[in-house]
């Protein structure tokens, strides 16, 4: 299972998103950050040619790979008639983002993580699973149950399955395309074995290595108080839950 970690919350432009989260994790020997296709900078409609070239440029001088792009769009655009071909139009040209960046050897992984609703418009999945599989993309889908049919799997998002009530360690069971890895105190999102926290890291980690053991885990600290630090402490969460007692 190859961690990564998501950009989101490490700043507003993506250089410095990217340098900052770079810093972080290619020194604890983790290469791999998830991108955020909804940032300004990285958005699929902004980038010609030249630019792509320029970010899978930007990310091998700062010694680290793609391992997905997060295109966190609100599910209900989908099923809203009036957002569904804007929200898919987005959707699609980060399948194809990614597929250059792999294809530039920026990306080592191609997995999309992104939202969809019960009920999308029609043509909606249709097309979407199209432009996948044609470029070997796979999409995890983060709502719950969440979508089953390749190239769209199952995506899970730690916070989001206890906030619901739900055991995220069960929902591993399911072979996640990508894990998002958070924690919740109650509260508020925490790192990953923070204090408080609701995770139990080392029964999920048991759980993904038999039912999903090339999921993309992607540390996500979006919205807390020091993302160095919490991106820092999952990290050393996630190596100790896989050592054994």
Same mark, same amino acid.
């Given at each position: 299972?190859?961690?990564?970690?998501?950009?989101?919350?490490?700043?507003?432009?993506?250089?410095?998103?990217?340098?900052?989260?770079?810093?972080?994790?290619?020194?604890?020997?983790?290469?791999?950050?998830?991108?955020?296709?909804?940032?300004?900078?990285?958005?699929?409609?902004?980038?010609?040619?030249?630019?792509?070239?320029?970010?899978?440029?930007?990310?091998?001088?700062?010694?680290?790979?793609?391992? *997905? $792009? @997060?295109?966190?769009?609100?599910?209900?655009?989908?099923? /809203? %008639?009036?957002? =569904?071909?804007? !929200?898919?139009?987005? &959707?699609?040209?980060?399948?194809?983002?990614?597929?250059?960046?792999?294809?530039?050897?920026?990306?080592?992984?191609?997995?999309?993580?992104?939202?969809?609703?019960?009920?999308?418009?029609?043509?909606?999945?249709?097309?979407?699973?199209?432009?996948?599989?044609?470029?070997?993309?796979?999409?995890?889908?983060?709502?719950?149950?969440?979508?089953?049919?390749?190239?769209?799997?199952? *995506? $899970? @998002?730690?916070?989001?399955?206890?906030?619901?009530?739900? /055991? %995220?360690?069960? =929902?591993?069971? !399911?072979?996640?395309? &990508?894990?998002?890895?958070?924690?919740?105190?109650?509260?508020?999102?925490?790192?990953?074995?923070?204090?408080?926290?609701?995770?139990?890291?080392?029964?999920?980690?048991?759980?993904?290595?038999?039912?999903?053991?090339?999921?993309?885990?992607?540390?996500?600290?979006?919205?807390?108080?020091?993302?160095?630090?919490?991106?820092?402490?999952?990290?050393?969460?996630?190596?100790?839950? *896989?050592?054994?007692?």
């Amino acid at each position: 299972m190859a961690l990564s970690l998501s950009i989101t919350g490490f700043g507003k432009e993506p250089r410095d998103a990217i340098a900052e989260a770079a810093g972080v994790f290619a020194p604890l020997g983790e290469p791999r950050l998830q991108l955020d296709a909804t940032m300004a900078g990285i958005r699929p409609r902004e980038l010609d040619r030249s630019g792509r070239r320029d970010l899978a440029a930007l990310l091998r001088r700062s010694g680290v790979f793609c391992s *997905g $792009l @997060d295109v966190l769009i609100p599910g209900a655009h989908f099923s /809203d %008639p009036a957002q =569904a071909d804007r !929200a898919l139009s987005a &959707a699609v040209g980060a399948v194809e983002l990614l597929a250059e960046l792999g294809t530039l050897g920026a990306a080592d992984s191609r997995v999309l993580c992104m939202t969809l609703p019960e009920k999308p418009v029609a043509g909606v999945v249709e097309a979407l699973s199209e432009a996948a599989r044609d470029r070997a993309v796979l999409i995890a889908d983060l709502s719950a149950p969440g979508l089953n049919r390749a190239p769209i799997g199952p *995506g $899970l @998002d730690c916070v989001r399955a206890i906030v619901a009530g739900a /055991d %995220p360690v069960a =929902a591993a069971a !399911a072979g996640p395309l &990508a894990v998002r890895l958070c924690d919740w105190d109650g509260t508020q999102r925490v790192a990953p074995g923070a204090r408080g926290g609701r995770l139990d890291l080392r029964a999920l980690r048991g759980a993904l290595s038999v039912s999903a053991p090339s999921a993309a885990v992607i540390v996500d600290v979006a919205g807390m108080r020091s993302p160095r630090e919490a991106a820092m402490a999952g990290a050393r969460a996630w190596r100790e839950a *896989g050592v054994a007692a």
